[in-house]
């Protein structure tokens, strides 16, 4: 049952959804209007953050309608993507984007797992997180403060509001789930830069962080971060990526690229 008595199948029949283009319409995602999240560009650029080649396994960890796992699968030929997601209704419209026609080309390749991602232990390995299972980890974490601007409905705050020690309890599954020398890669707030650093603590390093401003002039709204698992050297602040030019609405060259899966933002490090 929701919040307010009705079934999750009411629910569903009582949202209204989208079909919502990406990547110059190279894939489409279907999803809700109006309540829970909707993706943008910051599934784009999280996406972007995998720039790997070949055979690689992905988890999206709380992947919603799957845009940021869907758009890796569609620039990256040979990539598996898993698709996590607690929400029973997010996971729904999930699986609603897999059976797009117009999605067939990479569908075969993407799953949805319906798990918590802040389990831990026996009870996440249970729900099908498995131990080092993946060469990526993608995640777009619920980063607003939940005290301050949250959403109306309950499955939109879900989606944003930050519950105590999230970045603790979903970079840990992500530690858990990656192969050792694997990447943890996630989009949030620049508010958020400390949690962060102190939840990779031994379990990953090489971190990587590039503050995204919208204009040179302007604060940065979005860090980008990476970081290897069992690395050991010390943290980098990459140059910062400015989406705008001075005066203008249109993106730059490579944010541009960069949101419609031309090109990959790689790590500096290699190794």
């Known amino acids: 049952m929701s919040g307010d008595g009705l079934t999750h199948t009411q629910v569903q029949k009582a949202v209204i959804e989208t079909v919502d283009a990406f990547h110059y319409g190279r894939f489409h995602v279907v999803q809700p ?21 070949g055979p690689i396994r992905v988890a999206d960890l709380g992947a919603g309608a799957g845009a940021a796992g869907l758009a890796v699968a569609a620039r990256i030929e040979k990539a598996e993507v898993l698709l996590v997601e607690r929400s029973p209704l997010m996971a729904d419209f999930a699986r609603k984007t897999l059976a797009l026609p117009s999605n067939a080309a990479f569908a075969g390749r993407v799953s949805v797992l319906e798990a918590d991602v802040s389990l831990s232990g026996r009870a996440r390995v249970a729900a099908g997180l498995v131990d080092e299972a993946c060469d990526y980890v993608i995640m777009n974490p619920p980063f607003n403060d939940r005290i301050y601007n949250r959403p109306p409905d309950a499955l939109k705050a879900e989606a944003h509001a930050m519950d105590e020690d999230l970045f603790e309890r979903w970079i840990r599954t992500a530690a858990a789930i990656l192969k050792p020398g694997g990447q943890l890669s996630l989009i949030a707030r620049p508010q958020s830069i400390g ?45 910062p990526l400015v989406m705008h030019e001075p005066g203008q609405h249109a993106f730059t060259p490579f944010v541009k690229d960069l949101n419609n899966g031309n090109t990959a933002y790689a790590r500096l490090s290699k190794a």
Do not use: F, N, Y
Not at 33 to 44: T, Y
Not at 203 to 227: M, N, Q, S, Y
């Open 33 to 53: 209007k109006g309540i829970g999240h909707r993706s943008g560009m910051d599934a784009m650029l999280l996406a972007a953050l995998v720039a790997g080649q």
């Open 195 to 239: 949690e962060i650093i102190a939840a990779c603590g031994r379990r990953l390093g090489g971190i990587e962080i590039t503050a995204l401003h919208p204009r040179a002039d302007e604060a940065a709204l979005r860090i980008l971060v990476t970081a290897i698992k069992g690395k050991r050297t010390s943290l980098s602040l990459r140059m």
